[in-house]
């Protein structure tokens, strides 16, 4: 644990030799996803901590339906300031109204309808399960993206195997540790943009100390397949809109 | 046997060549991938049932929720709209029992049934995947030049069963998975290929993506024969 402690510290450091050291492990992978599951873990913990004295300490009924009829006066409020500015319907106000009203009921029908465990225990299976869901997140993120690097990597002639890149690559995952303060409200969100830029040049330099690569060309590989995929995207939406325009014509 | 079963599916998760190479030396490796395939696919088929049964116990009985629903839909205006029309009322009663016979199992509603029938159809399925991808591998991995036969071909491709092992975490309900398995079991494919053929990166990755392009062709073919058998039909039944 001491170890992995200390890899991560050196990796937010961008420390050469931590990240030779660990390329070069023979479990590069299994050190890597076990330190990404446990700051993603760790992240979390705050948010599953409140949830869990939130939903263990559940507000009544009625104490939630005055919640819910709050926000339906703060959205007609809303509907009003809009009219100065929009020629809203006469009626769209009461017929939205009836709606939320509706699923409101919906809510509060199937939030009383009873369970065959109490109801405390699921709830906490379901923030417990939210809570574990995370580390999942993650690596689908994180491995969906990373094949593609792996691919321009090997164009670029990497010399890394899939294993030692993925390992190295994990490391990005350590800035995001700085999520555990994302409940704040500004500086959880700005937090959140650091951990971002931060684990971007984790990234880039993991990816040049397993390849053998530049930093320019690590930074390549790196950008490549999001670059790529914004111009298809582009391409797409640009075909539909000349598809609509043919459409109308 | 199962310990080192297991162990090989541990150490491939983390695309180690060494399971692969083990594999391909073993006397009969497609029995032993079989094997393999089984052994974790009714593992995370029985942990998968016993978080499917928490789910299902701290969930409100699911014609109660219809119930409720129902009666949230008959409070909105365009119900209250259409309700005066006579067919409406017993057509929205028989499309909505239908909806909710196809849409909660869509979205995941706890069904003990089907959780405790997947002990039975994942190995099935996974083996029938398995067996039908590590055929079309094979043939095109000695296209590619490489040197593996069928039968190690076949137990190294068993080894990217080792992904599934991320199911076991289906034992806490609630939780959610994602696409990481469907991914992750790409790259074992890819690892176990480019071990058991000897094949550089480039011919691995076409060994390991051309089943898939095949796969697609061919649904993307029956498909097409579908429509047009449809359309015959339809079609001539018309005239």
Request: net charge neutral; glycine share 10%.
């Amino acid at each position: 644990m001491r170890e992995l402690l200390q890899l991560a510290w050196d990796a937010l450091l961008f420390k050469h030799e931590a990240y030779a050291q660990h390329v070069a492990c023979a479990d590069v992978l299994k050190r890597g996803l076990t330190l990404l599951v446990l700051v993603t873990l760790l992240a979390g913990v705050v948010s599953l901590i409140v949830n869990v004295v939130g939903d263990l300490r559940p507000m009544s009924a009625e104490a939630q339906r005055r919640e819910a009829e709050e926000g339906i006066q703060e959205f007609t409020e809303y509907v009003d300031t809009m009219r100065q500015f929009f020629d809203v319907p006469p009626d769209f106000e009461e017929q939205m109204i009836a709606y939320m009203q509706a699923g409101m009921g919906i809510g509060f029908g199937i939030e009383a309808l009873p369970t065959r465990l109490p109801k405390p225990v699921g709830r906490v299976l379901h923030d417990l399960g939210a809570f574990l869901s995370l580390p999942f997140r993650r690596l689908a993120g994180w491995i969906g993206y990373g094949i593609w690097v792996l691919l321009v990597v090997k164009l670029l002639g990497g010399r890394a195997t899939a294993s030692q890149m993925l390992g190295a690559t994990t490391l990005y995952a350590v800035p995001h540790v700085l999520d555990i303060l994302g409940f704040v409200p500004c500086l959880g969100g700005m937090l959140g943009l650091v951990a971002i830029v931060w684990g971007i040049a984790i990234y880039v330099k993991a990816l040049a100390v397993a390849n053998e690569f530049s930093i320019g060309r690590a930074t390549i590989a790196t950008v490549a397949p999001a670059l790529v995929g914004g111009a298809l995207a582009l391409m797409g939406l640009l075909v539909l809109f000349i598809l609509a325009l043919v459409g109308s014509g | 046997m199962m310990k080192a079963l297991i162990r090989l599916a541990w150490e491939a998760l983390f695309l180690s060549e060494a399971p692969c190479v083990e594999m391909r030396e073993s006397s009969n490796p497609a029995l032993r991938g079989l094997g393999l395939i089984v052994l974790v696919a009714v593992a995370v088929a029985l942990v998968g049932l016993a978080g499917t049964a928490l789910e299902w116990a701290t969930t409100p009985n699911m014609r109660d929720i219809q119930e409720a629903v129902l009666e949230g839909i008959q409070q909105m205006p365009w119900y209250q709209e259409l309700q005066s029309t006579p067919e409406f009322r017993g057509r929205f009663q028989q499309q909505y029992k239908l909806w909710w016979r196809i849409f909660p199992r869509m979205f995941g509603a706890p069904d003990i049934a089907s959780a405790a029938l997947r002990i039975i159809l994942l190995p099935l399925g996974l083996a029938l995947t398995w067996f039908l991808y590590g055929l079309v591998a094979h043939l095109f991995a000695r296209l590619l030049g490489g040197q593996g036969g069928l039968g190690q071909t076949l137990g190294c491709t068993a080894l990217a069963v080792a992904p599934q092992l991320l199911n076991m975490a289906t034992v806490f309900p609630y939780l959610v998975i994602g696409g990481v398995v469907g991914t992750w079991t790409l790259l074992c494919r890819y690892v176990a290929l480019k071990t058991c053929h000897r094949l550089t990166w480039g011919r691995a990755l076409a060994a390991t993506l051309l089943p898939y392009v095949a796969f697609a062709l061919l649904v993307s073919f029956f498909a097409c024969l579908g429509s047009v058998a449809t359309a015959l039909i339809f079609g001539g039944g018309a005239q």
